[in-house]
């Protein structure tokens, strides 16, 4: 395995680490509200009332995609992401490998005069060279930073997919438009517009 992936799976390993200890570290300060019970017995003491007591948690989901990316959209019940992250991965992880290999190459061409390029053809300047070279290794960077960007970007999806997995706006979602008079001011007159509401 090369130096540069050799390094970025260290790093990558490390911010997993870190994301980790930074989810229990969070579980721990802030408390969560659970029901212990599933009955309600009011005053009168025969009336029950059943409570759904069914609590996803957002700091399983949490964990799981700081895990492994992909994990915690499975607990959500939301396997349709999972292709999507690992698609996004294996493109980050792509442009990584080939912008290190041109950067590489173009920079061994200016250090050997008689380095034969295998990435590009043609005659180029040291001027050009250093030019590519240089926007290669921007480009490589940039890629390792999207790759870390995203695998957080995955955890804060699982977590708040969590946060709202038992939330239900209900079947009555509608969007109601009509005309209005917005009125001016002390010396202008009122004009007509529209209003939206929207109920769930």
């Known amino acids: 395995m090369p130096d540069y992936l050799k390094s970025f799976r260290n790093r990558f390993?490390?911010?997993i680490?870190?994301?980790i200890s930074g989810v229990y570290s969070y579980g721990d300060l802030q408390a969560q509200v659970r029901q212990?019970?599933?009955?309600?017995?009011?005053d009168n003491g025969k009336t029950e009332i059943h409570?759904?007591?069914t609590f996803h948690d957002p700091k399983k989901a949490t964990m799981y995609s700081a895990i492994l990316p992909g994990l915690g959209q499975i607990y959500n019940k939301k396997v349709w992401k999972v292709p999507v992250i690992y698609a996004g991965f294996g493109a980050l992880v792509y442009f990584i490998d080939r912008n290190q290999r041109y950067y590489l190459d173009l920079k061994e061409a200016l250090i050997d005069p008689d380095y034969v390029l295998k990435y590009f053809e043609g005659e180029f300047t040291d001027e050009q060279l250093t030019t590519g070279k240089d926007a290669y290794k921007r480009w490589r960077d940039m890629s390792i930073i999207g790759t870390f960007g995203f695998y957080i970007l995955?955890?804060?999806d699982a977590s708040v997919d969590a946060y709202l997995f038992n939330w239900d706006v209900g079947e009555d979602i509608s969007l109601r438009i009509q005309?209005?008079?917005?009125?001016?001011?002390f010396l202008t007159s009122s004009t007509l517009g529209l209003s939206a509401s929207i109920s769930f």
Do not use: C, E, K, V
């Open 13 to 15: 390993l490390f911010i």
């Open 17 to 19: 680490l870190f994301a």
């Open 36 to 42: 212990n019970s599933d009955t309600l017995i009011l």
């Open 51 to 53: 409570l759904d007591t």
């Open 154 to 156: 995955q955890i804060l």
């Open 179 to 185: 005309p209005t008079n917005i009125p001016g001011s």
